[in-house]
């Protein structure tokens, strides 16, 4: 009963009037936009593996200065059945598993056929976070380093997105401005670049140098090798995007960054059932989000699952890379993904104490 009163609370917020689920006494004036939080910057390191970031955190500043200022987890868990990067990717998006009644079924990992969608391939409309944002009239971005993101693009563009339903009519192209540039430094220079010049209300950023490097000289842990430079370039990256953050009044003290993963990795693949591709690490940074680990802040709301790889079915969740996108809507007043069964925003939306006792989310409603 408390937890569907604290999901009320999130959703509620979506109106046109309400109370931020962040700060109970800000009233949004305008509606969604219009809360504590207006910006949220989600940010997913291909491959980036969270004891390649503990091992030399004196080399990251900003991870540094996450693990000092965000609600985080080094135990985050992807996809049960997989850990690579479309499908991963997909599923922060849409808040849904891969496989089964709810899941979004992309299933593969190349460069997709150029005439195929996500709702092709799963014979129905797979919505996502972009269709929410943009349909509540949010400025959207997408910024990938990865051709094959471009199945982002097409699914959820001017031909294939859905007609907007929700208030005044957005459109059917639900991302904005989509740039794909291999270059990570190229590539957030211009997401910088485009930030300052009008912010996104949601904008998701890929950074695919760790990922890159894995495969080509090995997933290695060795401070010299070239997996925990490319480490340490993607904090780079982020580095770059706080201090965008920091130094533009319109964004500092308004903009939430979600920071995680699609997948580890071992050897030079990943992909398989072992501990290092499926284990993630998952960073909230955000005004009014208490700092610390999740699992200490929320003992009965997620349940660490150690070395395991817990399917969906349990009531105690691990905390889920697949939470990404719902998480960011939820922070921005908005809700939920449409069809999606993993979130925890209504946990991570209120004081610790007053956190849900379980983290298992009701599917919302398929349009
Ligand atoms: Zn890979």
């Known amino acids: 009963m408390r937890f569907a009163l604290v999901l009320t609370a999130v959703i509620a917020a979506a109106g046109c009037s309400g109370v931020s689920p962040l700060a109970p006494d800000v009233e949004y004036e305008n509606g969604p936009g219009d809360g504590p939080i207006r910006y949220v910057v989600h940010v997913s390191v291909d491959g980036l593996r969270p004891d390649a970031v503990t091992r030399q955190l004196s080399a990251l500043p900003a991870f540094a200065r996450l693990r000092e200022q965000a609600a985080f987890t080094d135990n985050a868990r992807t996809d049960p059945d997989y850990s690579n990067t479309l499908p991963n990717h997909t599923a922060q ?49 997408l ?21 907007d339903a929700t208030g005044p009519n957005d459109g059917r192209d639900k991302i904005d401005t ?16 485009d930030l300052r010049a009008e912010p996104y209300g949601y904008v998701f950023v890929h950074l695919r140098d760790p990922d890159s490097a894995g495969h080509a000289f090995g997933w290695r842990l060795w401070s010299w090798h070239p997996y925990m430079r490319a480490v340490r370039r993607a904090d780079a990256r982020i580095g770059e995007i706080l201090a965008a953050i920091d130094s533009d009044p319109e964004l500092s003290g308004h903009t939430a960054l979600v920071v995680t993963a699609d997948h580890g990795g071992t050897g030079h693949h990943h992909g398989a059932g072992e501990r290092e591709h499926y284990t ?14 999740l699992y200490a802040l929320y003992p009965n709301a997620f349940a660490d699952p150690s070395d395991l790889r817990p399917g969906f079915g349990g009531d105690l969740q691990p905390v889920r890379n697949g939470a990404a996108g719902n998480v960011s809507l939820a922070l921005l007043g908005l809700p939920p993904i449409p069809g999606s069964t993993i979130s925890m925003a209504g ?9 849900p006792t379980t983290a298992a989310q009701p599917v919302t409603p398929e349009r």
Not at 114 to 136: E, K, Q
Not at 143 to 163: E, N
Request: charged share 20%; proline share 7%.
């Open 93 to 141: 998006l849409t808040g849904r598993g891969v496989t089964g009644p709810a899941g979004h079924a992309w299933d593969t990992n190349r460069d997709p056929d150029p005439t195929v969608t996500l709702h092709s391939n799963r014979g129905r409309y797979i919505a996502s976070v972009f269709d929410v944002a943009h349909d509540h009239g949010l400025r959207t971005g």
């Open 280 to 293: 993630v690490p998952f960073y909230l940074w955000a005004p009014g989000v208490e700092p610390g680990d």
């Open 178 to 193: 989509f740039v794909y540039d291999s270059d990570t430094g190229d590539l957030v220079r211009q997401l910088v670049a």
């Open 143 to 163: 910024y990938a380093s990865k051709s094959k993101f471009a199945l982002y693009d097409r699914s959820y563009g001017a031909s294939h997105g859905a007609p």
């Open 347 to 355: 946990t991570l939306l209120v004081a610790p104490d007053d956190a």
